[in-house]
């Protein structure tokens, strides 16, 4: 807390500094001007929480510098001192809101206790404005989340909360939504989305027009902007800055803003607009703005549609090794999705679900299986893919992993081919036993054991505990999943189990794995 001492005379400034603890009373800088001018603009600067000032003073008096600051710091605590007690400057001590008036010569008790009552008024100051700002946030929020949905369902509470938060909605009202995806976390990293929210309520406030915002499912944050008249030219582009470097420290997002509509009543469409261009992000860079804008040359551009057959010609390129005519295919698709806004994200995932599929089952017949996946996991990872990129790049870093292994693989024995790919299909289910696996092979227990150690130089059960922490391991980059459901997902009924044989393979707990990554 700060204190700002105004009087004209240094040799009382001086006293008032060197006759008090001033951190024992919870002040940790003391500021000092010598007139009313000069306390004026260190206050202006500095922002003090109390100003202990002279009410007489050359060019300026006390009151006079008070009456100007009254204003510009609403919540700062006066004490006036003076040697002439009239009832004037008592009157205009108390207009004010002069929480004391010490006469002169100071007295450095009177001073203690003045700025101890001017300190405890300024924290309830603070926490009640708090507690206004966390209701008034709370409405707005509410309202946000009304808006996301059409008008009509809820057309009587929304001008109800509009007309709390004294916001613009009359005729002349123009609505846009801005909606931010943030790849998914656990938490917000700092500035928080709040802190951003006041500080885009102050930049638009310049520009007479005012935002409300709702957070959804920790990876939606969305915005609405109101003004009262048409968005200028220079507003939409200040909005677009202002959301691109705000955001910059969320790491991988995509940011969306729609088309202005005019009236409540049209918030939905509006809402609407910036959702149908948050779907195209998909195909984008991460980071990158979408603006109707900024879109309008791209829905012009023609796109050729993927073969209806392309998993069958990547297929049949994968079974006969021919690398150059899948490289040509996948080279194809990036063209294809690259900066399309014409098919949905799920469109896609689609054909891709297929081309993993048909280089999983590429793999098995070449019997390469140490990169075997199942159909849930291509699905999980489907599911968690922020951009069109990072799924094709992927599936292209994978089919060469194919390519590199046909090159030096040397075929596996086709009995503990088999063992592995039943354990890959069924290593989550808790109760898989060298028996299930013997009796899937049809030999007995005893001779698989002996023959699985003598073929790989592991016992059965090792590879099975190992494959299960691998896959524990994947899990566990993904914040999405517990760590009791991540355990049961790889076949353990027992978590204290789980986490002692994950320590025993990694020498970390499960938590601290997944610290580590983070």
């Known amino acids: 807390m700060k204190l700002l001492i105004v009087d004209d005379e240094a040799l009382t400034r001086t006293g008032v500094i060197s006759s008090i603890d001033w951190k024992a009373l919870g002040i940790e800088e003391v500021l000092q001007a010598d007139d009313g001018m000069n306390g004026l603009e260190m206050a202006k600067k500095y922002h003090p929480e109390i100003i202990l000032c002279d009410v007489r ?21 006066p004490i006036f001192m003076s040697g002439y007690s009239d009832k004037e400057y008592l009157k205009a001590a108390i207009k004010l809101k002069a929480v004391s008036y010490i006469e002169k010569p100071l007295n450095p008790s009177e001073i203690r206790d003045a700025v101890l009552e001017a300190r405890e008024l300024y924290l309830k100051k603070v926490r009640s404005h708090r507690g206004e700002a966390l209701q008034s946030m709370e409405t707005a929020s509410h309202l946000a989340h009304l808006l ?85 030219s220079n507003l939409s582009h200040t909005i677009e ?24 009543s049209r918030a939905y469409q509006a809402y609407t607009s910036a959702v149908i261009l948050l779907e195209s992000s998909f195909f984008f860079p991460v980071n990158s703005c979408l603006t109707p804008e900024s879109m309008e040359s791209l829905a012009a551009t023609p796109y050729e549609t993927a073969p209806t057959s392309a998993d069958v010609l990547f297929s049949e390129s994968l079974s006969s090794q021919n690398r150059t005519k899948c490289q040509e295919l996948l080279e194809k698709f990036q063209k294809q999705y690259d900066q399309n806004t014409h098919v949905l994200p799920n469109q896609t995932k689609d054909l891709y ?17 140490a990169l075997s996946y199942t159909s ?31 090159k030096t693989s040397v075929p596996e024995n086709s009995t503990i081919f088999m063992i592995k790919d ?42 099975l505990t190992e494959y299960r922490i691998e896959k524990a ?17 790889v076949g353990y009924s027992d978590g204290n189990y789980f986490g002692k044989s994950f320590k025993k393979y990694t020498g970390l707990s499960p938590s601290e794995y997944r610290e580590k990554l983070n």
């Open 353 to 369: 679900y297929k081309l993993f599929i048909a280089l999983e089952n590429a793999r098995k017949q070449q019997q390469l299986s």
């Open 241 to 264: 800055d202002f959301l691109v470097r705000e955001f910059q420290g969320y790491g991988e997002h995509f940011i969306a803003i729609g088309e202005s509509f005019n009236c409540f």
């Open 422 to 463: 039943y354990i890959s299909k069924n290593y989550s289910k808790e109760t898989l036993s060298v028996k299930d696996i013997s009796s899937h092979v049809f030999l007995s227990a005893s001779y698989v054991c002996t023959f699985f150690k003598n073929e790989t130089g592991q016992t059965l059960n090792q590879y």
């Open 376 to 406: 849930n996991s291509i699905v999980a990872f489907l599911e968690k893919c922020f951009t069109f990129q990072e799924l094709h790049h992927t599936l292209v870093r994978q089919t060469d992993t194919y390519f590199e292994d046909l």
């Open 57 to 77: 003073m050359p060019r300026m008096t006390g009151i006079a510098m008070l009456e100007k600051l009254e204003n510009i710091l609403p919540d700062s605590i």
């Open 148 to 232: 996301t949905m059409p008008h009509k369902d809820a057309s009587t509470e929304i001008t109800k909360l509009a007309a709390e938060l004294s916001l613009p909605c009359g005729p002349g009202t123009h609505v846009t939504f801005a909606v931010i995806h943030l790849r998914a976390v656990p938490e917000f990293i700092e500035p928080s989305p709040e802190n951003i929210y006041q500080q885009f309520h102050k930049l638009l406030a310049h520009y007479h027009a005012d935002c409300v915002f709702v957070a959804k499912k920790l990876q939606y944050l969305v915005y609405f902007i109101f003004t009262d008249g048409q968005v200028s």
């Open 473 to 489: 391991k994947n899990l566990l980059a993904d914040p999405r999943y517990k760590i009791a459901d991540i355990s049961s997902r």
